[in-house]
Every structure is written in C-alpha cells, then in structure tokens.
C-alpha cells in the first residue's frame, strides 16, 4: 500500500492541492511565509512521488509472488517516479543555463545601449519611451535597467521608489526564487505539470519588494508609481502582455496598514510543516521499518 | 563600469551615429579626445564583434566596421527579452510594471484615490 498512497500524495500535491490554494487569497497577506508554502508543496510532491518510486522498487524485488496487475500498477508508480527525478535534474541544468545566457545577453546589450545614472552605478537608462523598470541580479555586479519613459513619467520620489523596488528584488535574490519554481515546474511530466506556484510567487515576490520600496519612501510613492506604470501606453506588439491581477495584488496590499496580521504567515508555515513532515512520518518511517524487518529476515 | 565597458559603448555609438562603415583610425579619430591607441580601438572592435553587435567587412587591405543592428533593434532586442513573459522563461526576469486592461487600470486608479486619502500627503 505504502508506493501507492505515496503516489496519491504526490498526486494530490501536484494538482488539486495546488489549484485551490492558488485560489486563496490569503497566502497574500504574508508574501514570505506564502513562498515557502509554495516551495514545501512542492517540494513535498517530489518528495512523495520518489519515495512512491523507491517503496515500488524495494516491493518488486521483496515480494514472491505478485499479481500481473500488482506487478504493473507497481511499475506505472516506479515510472513516474525516476522520471520526475530525472526530470528534476534535467530541468535544473536546462533553467539555470537559460537563464545565464539570457540575462548575460541581456546585461551586454544594456552596458552598451544605457547611460549610466548619476550617483547609482547599477542603473542604466535605456532610451526608450516605453515606461520599463526590471533588474538583472548578479552577485556583486547587478543592474537594474530602467527606461527613459520611465524617467519622465515618475516624479522623483516615485522614481527613488522604483529602484528600491528593483534593489530589493535583487538584494533579496528573487531571482533564485523564481527559478526554482521554474525548475519544479520542469520537473513534472506535463500531465502533472500546474503554472499555480510559479505564478502565485511571482506575485508575491513583487509585493515582497513593494514592502521593501514601502518602508524606504511611503505607500503612495510605491502606488503612484505601480500606477503610472501600468497605466502607460504600450507601442504595438512587443510589450503587452496583462498582468494585471499582478497590479491589483500589489494596490490591495499598500493598501492594508504595516504591520501586517501574523496568522497568514502563522498558517503558511504550519502547513508547510504539515505537508513536508506528514508523508515521512506517517508513510515513509513505518514502511522503511518493514522493509527493514522484511529483507533482514 | 569598468574602462574597456565605457570603451566599448562609446566606439558603439561613434559607430551608430556613423552614415557608412568605418575603419579603426576612423574610430581612433572620432574619439580622439580620448588618445586611444590603434591596438585599443582594435581590440574593443573585436570583443564587440564577439557580441554580435559589430560587422566588418574587407575593404582593400583594411576592414571596416558597422554596427550589427541598429541602435533602436539592439533596445528592442533587450526590452522582449526582459519583458518575455512565455512560460518557462518567466523566471528569467523581474520587472516592475505590465500594462493592465483598461478596467484594471480604471480598478488601480480608484485604489490608488482611495489611498491616498487614507494617507494625507506625506511629500
């Protein structure tokens, strides 16, 4: 039984798990707690999967006399697992040198097209009128790149709270973040494959840096500027994919007053804890014990 | 920036405001305020041709340089890849604005109307 509940664990904490919590509005309201929360689902699908795959592998060698459909159920959960590793490994390697070349590209051709910004020496001003703002993290020699636009279209306390919003984005190193989910979400085989918790961090590592950009220059500054930005006209084509439950989002939480409630991170965390030790101590210890028990004898 | 990173965006846009390819000493003089050697401009033309942002071509015994893509196609190509927001990719980047529909952005306007009230104006 253990390789199949592990399975239907896994399962449940690939899909359905995930689909309701990205309906949930609360894991909002404490954005940190919200991607370790996101990070221990699913961490702890994996986890289930692989140990499925394991159990399923000790059983087939353990067992005298399996059923035909014993036999290939067992091999169906052994599949899935090896190849959500494989995957998992596959998908690291793959993201991370994506996104290497990507952005190493990217800072070539910023280095070359931007002017540097008076006293900040990671900014560069693209001469664009698109209003754009984005970082390019690297440790110890990041850029944050925003646009001419962008420049005139934000006083300048609000153009001060943009960049502390790109310097909290690096600082804190969002970009691992978000890679890893990109790298979960790799990990698993299409069917099981969910956009919810790279979405979802997504959102939550900009109110993150909205905090931050907040703390140094004041709710209204980071507001207007959110506002301006995505209020801006787009030039045909290139730039206009929505996002903009990703704006509301934001508004909703320089909204709220500081401090923040503690019980969403409380329940972030608690489930996290839940979902990450439940399987192991429930599932996995007993079972290990019987297989201990079973190949010894 | 570093020296050779400044170097190579100045001999970048002494080549996008140039009319017609050029040759190194064209470059050595159009930024001869800086007293470049030969070899320097030479060596920054190489590392830019490496970065696919410089062409050159044979023109008698010498080369001449231009630039790969225009100013405008070289910013357009660094603003779709930052703002490439396709599936897998999207952890590539951080950005701090998309454009929103017009009935979000009536929904942020009012939010942020209403902000500001709650806040009197703090500067």
């Avoid at chain 1, 279209?153 to 989910?181: C, K, P, Q, S």
């Avoid at chain 2, 830019?48 to 070289?74: N, P, T």
């Amino acid at each position: 039984m253990t390789p199949v509940l592990l399975g239907l664990i896994g399962l449940a904490l690939a899909l359905p798990v995930p689909a309701l919590l990205a309906r949930a509005r609360w894991p909002l309201r404490a954005p940190a707690a919200g991607i370790v929360l996101w990070q221990s689902l699913a961490l702890a699908a994996i986890l289930a999967m692989s140990g499925a795959g394991l159990s399923t592998a000790l059983w087939l060698v353990s067992v005298d006399d399996p059923g035909p459909w014993r036999v290939a159920l067992h091999v169906v959960v052994l599949a899935v697992g090896v190849m959500v590793w494989a995957r998992f490994w596959w998908a690291t390697w793959h993201v991370w040198r994506d996104t290497q070349a990507r952005r190493r590209r990217n800072r070539e051709l910023v280095d070359l097209l931007g002017e540097p910004h008076g006293l900040a020496p990671a900014v560069r001003i693209l001469a664009e009128q698109t209003p754009v703002a984005y970082c390019l993290p690297k440790r110890g020699d990041n850029r944050v790149v925003i646009s001419r636009g962008t420049v005139e279209a934000l006083g300048e306390t609000e153009l001060e709270a943009v960049l502390a919003h790109e310097r909290a984005h690096v600082r804190a190193r969002h970009d691992l973040v978000l890679e890893g989910f990109g790298v979960l979400r790799l990990a698993f085989p299409r069917v099981l494959r969910t956009d919810a918790p790279l979405r979802q961090s997504q959102v939550m590592v900009e109110l993150l840096a909205d905090d931050a950009a907040r703390r140094e220059h004041g709710g209204p500054a980071v507001a207007r500027a959110l506002v301006t930005l995505a209020d801006s006209a787009t030039p045909a084509g290139a730039l206009g994919a929505g996002g903009g439950s990703t704006a509301l989002a934001r508004m909703n939480r320089l909204r709220e007053p500081t401090p923040h409630p503690r019980w969403p991170a409380l329940l972030s965390l608690t489930i996290s804890a839940v979902v990450l030790v439940a399987p192991t101590v429930l599932l996995a210890i007993p079972w290990m014990v019987h297989a201990w028990q079973t190949l010894d004898l | 920036m570093t020296r050779l990173g400044e170097l190579e965006r100045s001999v970048m846009n002494v080549l996008w405001d140039a009319d017609a390819p050029l040759s190194v000493r064209d470059v050595q003089d159009a930024l001869d305020d800086r007293e470049l050697a030969y070899t320097t401009v030479m060596t920054v033309l190489d590392r830019l041709g490496a970065k696919d942002m410089v062409r050159r071509e044979r023109d008698g015994r010498a080369y001449r340089y231009e630039a790969a893509r225009s100013r405008a196609e070289a910013t357009s190509e660094a603003l779709n890849a930052a703002l490439d927001e396709s599936g897998d990719r999207a952890s590539a980047l951080v950005h701090f604005a998309r454009t929103v529909d017009p009935a979000e952005a009536a929904a942020l306007r009012e939010a942020l109307a209403a902000l500001e009230a709650d806040s009197p104006t703090t500067g």
